[in-house]
């Protein structure tokens, strides 16, 4: 082994879920949203002038920032926009996880949490959650250096009530609370009204489900100015033009497009409320979802053999093949169709 080889940076990364190519795949794996990005983000994309391809992009994304200011009522200044969420919350970890005492998380959570720590070379400590997948407020009520959780949790699907998020942030005002919203549209409530009286709260939203557009990556965050100050400095040390043209543009027609974007949301909530009565009479059980997947376990058949039975009939759910979560199945929301589908193959494969 090289002297070379020593000195690299060794990391275990994240491992996305698959994304399997062809028409005839059901693709219920990553918690994509089954409709299109709504037709003011297509319009805008057919009249983007692909000239401007050859100049850098306006490094404030300032299109961006203040369409989402008006949407959010919030100041541009308290807006941070980013590549995708896990850029955001990625940048977030940088700038305020550095005292040196670990942070706290969630056991059952979004797994790039401990990556990015190993990344960033921040201590962590996780905090267990119920048996029956809850997170508790009053196990956050001890000294440590940040806090970051998602609301809903990812992958139960289970929403904390505001009142108790803002539990967690009152009882830890000497350090930054991140609060993952990357599925709060699809019934939640937001916290992001608290940033004004909690200066250590940041607030995370993407664009990849409830708006569409994945593919796009784009991500923000909601705080104090001081916050996004804070962020904007270390982005600005790092990478300046981290938001695209496109990603600029076609994200402010999105948000722009607020009458498709709260139909498509409505339809999701409406076929995860039936599907969770479908999963029930099959014989499966599950956490009460807030979100567009459900997290769901069979009472007989293994979730592995169910996974890999929905797998070889080109469906694919996402199974974690961890302790705690290997008895689960992570289904996301498609269309009708395509859960028709998925319930049609589950009855004729759980009766033979
Ligand atoms: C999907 C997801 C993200 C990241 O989404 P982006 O596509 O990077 O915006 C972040 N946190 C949680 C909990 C997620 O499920």
């Not at 939640?188 to 489900?209: C, D, M, P, W």
């Not at 982005?235 to 027609?253: F, R, W």
């Not at 409505?266 to 059980?285: D, V």
């Not at 929905?310 to 996301?332: A, K, M, N, S």
């Amino acid at each position: 082994m090289g002297l070379w080889e020593e000195h690299i940076r060794k990391v275990v990364p994240y491992v996305p879920g698959e994304q399997p190519q062809g028409d005839r795949v059901i693709k219920l794996n990553t918690n994509e949203n089954p409709y299109p990005p709504a037709p003011g983000v297509i319009k805008a994309l057919r009249e983007m002038n692909p000239e401007l391809l050859r100049r850098y992009p306006d490094p404030s994304a300032c299109q961006l920032k203040e369409t989402l200011a008006g949407y959010c009522h919030l100041g541009t200044d308290n807006i941070f926009v980013g590549v995708g969420s896990d850029d955001v919350l990625g940048m977030a970890f940088l700038t305020f996880f550095n005292s040196g005492k670990p942070i706290l998380f969630p056991d059952v959570t979004y797994s790039f949490y401990p990556v990015w720590a190993d990344l960033f070379g921040i201590p962590y400590e996780t905090v267990k959650v119920t048996g029956a997948f809850e997170i508790l407020p009053e196990d956050y009520r001890r000294e440590c250096g940040g806090i970051v959780f998602p609301n809903p949790n990812a992958p139960t699907g289970i929403c904390l009530p505001l009142s108790q998020v803002e539990d967690i942030v009152r009882q830890n005002q000497d350090v930054v609370v991140i609060v993952d919203e990357a599925y709060i549209d699809f019934g939640g409530e937001s916290a992001r009204n608290l940033i004004h009286r909690y200066e250590n709260l940041l607030v995370v939203q993407t664009f990849s489900k409830s708006r569409s557009m994945a593919g796009m990556r784009i991500g923000y965050a909601m705080g104090s100015r001081k916050l996004i100050k804070a962020m904007e400095d270390v982005k600005y040390s790092y990478n300046s033009y981290t938001m695209n043209y496109a990603s600029i543009v076609l994200g402010a027609a999105a948000v722009r497009d607020d009458q498709y974007f709260k139909e498509t949301v409505g339809k999701i909530i409406e076929t995860r409320e039936r599907a969770k009565g479908k999963f029930a009479g099959l014989g499966f059980s599950g956490t009460d979802s807030r979100t567009n997947f459900l997290f769901v376990s069979h009472e007989r058949v293994p979730a592995a053999e169910i996974f890999r039975a929905l797998r070889e009939r080109q469906i694919y759910v996402r199974y974690f093949p961890v302790p705690r979560l290997d008895q689960y199945l992570r289904v996301t929301v498609g269309t009708d169709d395509e859960m028709e589908e998925m319930f049609g193959f589950l009855e004729t494969y759980l009766d033979s």
